[in-house]
């Protein structure tokens, strides 16, 4: 009988736009503490290093629940898992604006990941179980766009909004949309059965890890995650203190012409990834990202234009490589074990994610003036990551074929090799 990856669903597009929507706001609100760095280090009295913990805070809250839902993400209908999470991560968020202090803002940050990482890693399962190979790779570039969307309409409203009123204001924002989203992802979201195995939990869980085939799409997803984070979250400090951007004006800009063009690339890249093998895709785009991250790290004050095209580069390569490789992970993964793989896949990508944030804030220093100091350091290991992603994806497509190339439709989406 086919599976539910292989039946398609009547109403695909509103399916996509929700899972976008969702994947939305949890990038924002991971985003958007990035664009705030120079001022929670103002208005807290906190270093770089600190803030680099409260960020990453995020990222290992994720992961340990992450880790923990992959023993049992499979045996829950998806629709219910995604929505009670989604409920705890907008109350999260809440939690954010109201905050007082930096402790309790790091506590509500915690909490937020953990409710957060995992529901994003609900969306990619959904996207494999309900969208069918050969239409996988545009399916996963749509809810890709999450993050140029992100960056054109969430980061710059939210920069704009904590100059008028004040750093929480961000948050307040994103607490109502997510209220809105919730609402209307009840009425889409459809129910997709949990796939039952007779096997225990913990047996499940120790073949999700010990797969020779997941062991590779986990290196590749950590990598992933690991090469822009290590450059992205003191991107905005680097650039108001060390570039001289306005932070109410110039700095709203960056993120509005990235966003807007890797909005217009990403959906692109994942037709692409569709039409040919998507390590050839991944491989490119990367190219790009190490060509640009040495400019990004070393902008010094200079005209508008030029940092602004510098940025816009960074965040169309930083950004397509998701949709190719994400697909290339979600086609190598059988569908009795996608639940419980994207949620330890998304505890690694949110371990990565901390632990480049951390690696970064140990490269950086500020300065008695306020300028940052070894962010082209930051940079080269970036763009290291970048390289070692193709490799990793190169190794992933050796031992499962079928997962970078553009499949003829099939009932069932292959077993792993």
């Not at 239409?135 to 309409?153: E, K, Q």
């Not at 909004?161 to 919730?182: D, N, T, V």
């Not at 008695?368 to 390289?387: H, I, M, P």
Request: hydrophobic share 55%.
């Amino acid at each position: 009988m086919p599976t539910t990856a292989a039946r398609p669903f009547p109403h695909e597009r509103a399916l996509l736009f929700t899972l976008t929507a969702v994947q939305f706001t949890h990038i924002l609100d991971f985003m958007i503490m990035m664009p705030l760095g120079a001022r929670l280090m103002q208005v807290f009295g906190i270093t770089p290093t600190q803030f680099s913990l409260l960020v990453a805070s995020y990222g290992f809250a994720a992961a340990a629940t992450g880790f923990l839902g992959g023993f049992v993400l499979d045996r829950f209908d998806r629709r219910s898992a995604l929505l009670t999470l989604y409920t705890g991560f907008g109350i999260a968020t809440l939690a954010c604006a109201l905050a007082p202090t930096y402790e309790i803002l790091m506590a509500a940050r915690i909490a937020a990941g953990a409710c957060g990482g995992v529901a994003g890693s609900l969306v990619t399962s959904m996207v494999g179980d309900v969208i069918p190979p050969e239409r996988r790779g545009r399916a996963m570039g749509m809810v890709m766009t999450a993050f140029p969307i992100a960056s054109v309409f969430g980061v710059p409203a939210g920069l704009i909004l904590s100059g008028w009123l004040e750093w929480h204001a961000p948050f307040q924002l994103l607490a109502l949309c997510s209220a809105g989203i919730l609402f209307y992802a009840r009425r889409v979201l459809p129910h997709v059965p949990a796939h039952r195995s007779d096997n225990h939990p913990v047996r499940q869980m120790v073949e999700i890890l010990t797969h020779p085939i997941h062991r590779r799409c986990f290196l590749l997803s950590g990598v992933l995650v690991f090469a822009g984070a290590s450059v992205v979250p003191f991107m905005a400090p680097s650039l108001i203190t060390n570039v001289g951007l306005d932070e109410r004006w110039e700095l709203p800009l960056v993120y509005l012409f990235g966003g807007a063009c890797a909005f217009v690339t990403m959906p692109w890249l994942g037709r692409l990834s569709d039409r040919h093998d998507k390590l050839h895709v991944l491989a490119v785009v990367s190219l790009l990202a190490v060509a640009v991250v040495p400019f990004i790290t070393n902008l010094g004050p200079g005209p508008l234009p030029y940092t602004l095209v510098t940025t816009t580069l960074f965040f169309i390569a930083m950004s397509g490589r998701f949709a190719p490789a994400m697909a290339m992970i979600t086609n190598a993964v059988a569908a009795r074990y996608r639940g419980g793989f994207m949620s330890v896949n998304s505890a690694v990508q949110q371990a990565s994610g901390g632990l480049a944030n951390l690696t970064a804030g140990l490269l950086i220093t500020q300065t008695a003036s306020g300028q940052l100091v070894g962010y082209a350091r930051a940079g080269f290991v970036a763009g290291v990551a970048f390289v070692l992603t193709v490799v990793l994806a190169a190794w992933l497509r050796a031992g499962a074929p079928h997962a970078a190339r553009n499949p003829a439709p099939v009932a069932t989406p292959p077993e792993p090799v």
